[in-house]
């Protein structure tokens, strides 16, 4: 897939997400691939691309967690005080509903699964053909300054700092 | 609760042999019948005769006699405190038998007066466990008035399971009680939670408790400790327990991430099933609910 296509796929993937403000209380959604790419949005830029990425990572890895003992996730619901998620899984990735207060619950989840339906397709040829996000490198630290040789206490017949000793002898 | 017994006509047989001196009237095998029902209509017959009960704590005998129960015995004691004893047990037979009958009334309260007593007894027995809000089903009356106090504590398999439940659940291969804490737990009957079977519950004086709401309505009932530990359980194992920790921890990060506010509950649906999990202070409650449960009380209760 060409850089062109994937700005194309996430485009048509962020077209469906729009149709779920239709419905009141709705913040926004995303959608992550199974390797944790985020690859559409429609929500605030309050939450950033990477906030979103690792967010969809770890719900991810809620499913995954269920599915290691037997139990496939088909959606969840999870309350956070006055805000609430939508997750429903698709082939090859999950979509993620911000909602901020009170919302038609049915309807959302009606919503949900017809947008489910329709970006089924993208998001599974994402995950097959886009290649796994690349996470950024932790800032290179400086060097760690040496740390000054240990200064033993002098005996008779001891050897220099830089010779190697065994079993009480020097040896090269 | 079985029942055996004959109708010997109101009033017709008295004297200690009475009993079992009459062939006429109807024998009836009765299933699920709560002991607190036999009870009363016997009383309501104010039929004269002695009973055997066999329950889960052994065998006694209920004495009744003009509408009430004039003398009881269980094998440690003897009159009201065995008939609170009897009253107590949830499963068993109560056939009328032949048996000397005591030279005086041992038993001066009424009948309804020692179901009360009994039921009394049970729910201040289940108050020291650990209780969990969560709406009771079919309960009549303003949203705020479903949600009752409700048990979430291990409970005797053999007393509280109904036939398909308990097949449900070997089904499912949920009744694996690894940790101590669960089979300790699971040793201990605790007859104030009635299951399913819990008739006593809805007929008698502790009906307002709906106790046997979530026995019946919920495959797995779960409380992990602040460190992961395993609490209270029925029905649950160690994979579900580690599954909900991990998750419950993966919940709370990301919803620190987003910054919205501390983690509440997030239900669950799978293909073949349902979950809730929800923070009760410290503690995490796993539920499972059965397929047939309608989950809308619920999920207002908790938000969802």
Not at chain 2, 205 to 226: H, Q, Y
Request: hydrophobic fraction near 40%; glycine fraction near 12%.
């Amino acid at each position: 897939m060409t850089g062109q296509e994937a700005v194309a796929l996430g485009e048509g993937v962020r077209t469906s997400l729009a149709t779920l403000k239709d419905l009141s209380g709705i913040a926004g959604s995303f959608v992550c691939t199974t390797s944790g790419r985020l690859i559409a949005r429609e929500i605030p830029a309050l939450f950033e691309d990477a906030v979103l990425a690792e967010a969809g990572s770890r719900l991810l890895r809620i499913g995954e967690t269920f599915a290691a003992s037997g139990d496939a996730l088909e959606f969840a619901v999870v309350r956070y005080g006055e805000n609430r998620l939508y997750l429903k899984a698709i082939a090859g990735g999950m979509l993620c509903i911000v909602v901020a207060g009170e919302v038609n619950m049915p309807a959302l989840r009606m919503a949900a699964n017809l947008v489910g339906r329709r970006i089924a397709p993208a998001v599974g040829r994402a995950q097959a053909e886009l290649p796994p996000p690349t996470f950024e490198a932790p800032p290179q630290r400086p060097a760690p300054l040496p740390l000054p040789p240990a200064v033993a206490p002098s005996a008779p017949g001891a050897a220099a700092p830089t010779a190697r000793r065994f079993r009480g002898r020097t040896v090269d | 609760m079985q029942a055996r017994g004959k109708n010997e006509g109101r009033g017709e047989v008295t004297g200690s042999a009475a009993a079992g001196a009459s062939v006429r009237g109807f024998s009836a095998q009765l299933r699920g019948a709560s002991l607190w029902d036999l009870v009363q209509m016997e009383c309501l017959a104010r039929s004269h005769r002695s009973v055997q009960v066999v329950g889960e704590g052994g065998v006694g005998y209920l004495y009744f006699d003009r509408g009430q129960i004039v003398h009881a015995t269980t094998a440690q004691r003897s009159g009201e405190a065995a008939a609170l004893e009897i009253l107590d047990w949830t499963n068993g037979s109560f056939q009328s038998c032949e048996r000397p009958w005591p030279t005086q009334a041992t038993i001066r309260t009424s009948h309804e007066g020692l179901i009360l007593q009994a039921a009394q007894l049970r729910d201040e027995r289940s108050a020291g466990s650990n209780l969990v809000a969560f709406p009771a089903r079919g309960v009549a009356g303003d949203e705020l008035d479903r949600y009752e106090e409700l048990e979430l504590t291990e409970l005797d398999e053999t007393e509280v399971e109904t036939e398909a439940a308990a097949e449900a659940e070997a089904a499912e291969g949920a009744i694996e009680m690894r940790s101590p804490v669960s089979d300790e737990s699971a040793r201990t009957p605790k007859p104030g939670a009635n299951g399913t079977n819990g008739a006593n519950s809805a007929n008698g004086a502790n009906a307002g408790r709906a106790e046997l709401g979530p026995v019946g309505d919920f495959a797995v009932m779960m409380r992990l400790g602040p460190n992961g530990a395993v609490v209270s359980n029925r029905g649950g194992n160690e994979e579900l327990a580690e599954t909900v920790a991990y998750s419950h921890r993966l919940l709370q990060l990301t919803g620190e991430l987003l910054g919205f506010e501390k983690f509440s509950a997030v239900e669950c649906g799978f293909v073949d099933g349902r979950c809730i999990v929800f923070s009760d202070g410290d503690e995490v409650v796993t539920l499972r609910p059965r397929p047939e449960v309608n989950m809308q009380a619920l999920r207002d209760r908790l938000g969802l």
